[in-house]
C-alpha cells in the first residue's frame, strides 16, 4: 500500500500561521443591572442549596457511638 503524498508549499504553511483577519466583530452588549442582579441571585441561591443540604445531612452522616454501646451493654447484661 502505498501513501499518497501531496507536495504542499513551505510558504503556504508559514503564511497561515500569521494570518489576521481585517474583520472585527462587533462589540459585546453590557449586561443590564437587572441581569447582573439575576446572575448574583442564582450564584447565591446555588450555594445557599449547597450549605443547607450538608447542614442537613451531616446528622446523617454521624456516627452514633451511644446506640451501640446501650446495645453491647444490654447483651452483657443477659444471663
Known amino acids: ?3 499518497r503524498r501531496d507536495s504542499v ?12 483577519s481585517n474583520v472585527t466583530p462587533p462589540p459585546r452588549e453590557r449586561a443590564s443591572a437587572g441581569q447582573i442582579a439575576g446572575r448574583w ?3 447565591l ?3 445557599a442549596a449547597l450549605v443547607g443540604s450538608v447542614v442537613l445531612g451531616m446528622p446523617a452522616l454521624s456516627l452514633d457511638h451511644s446506640a451501640t454501646q446501650t446495645q453491647q451493654s444490654q447483651a452483657s447484661d443477659e444471663p
Open 1 to 3: 500500500m502505498f501513501r
Open 9 to 20: 508549499p513551505f510558504a503556504f504553511l508559514a503564511e497561515a500561521d500569521r494570518f489576521r
Open 41 to 43: 441571585l442564582l450564584g
Open 45 to 47: 441561591t446555588i450555594v
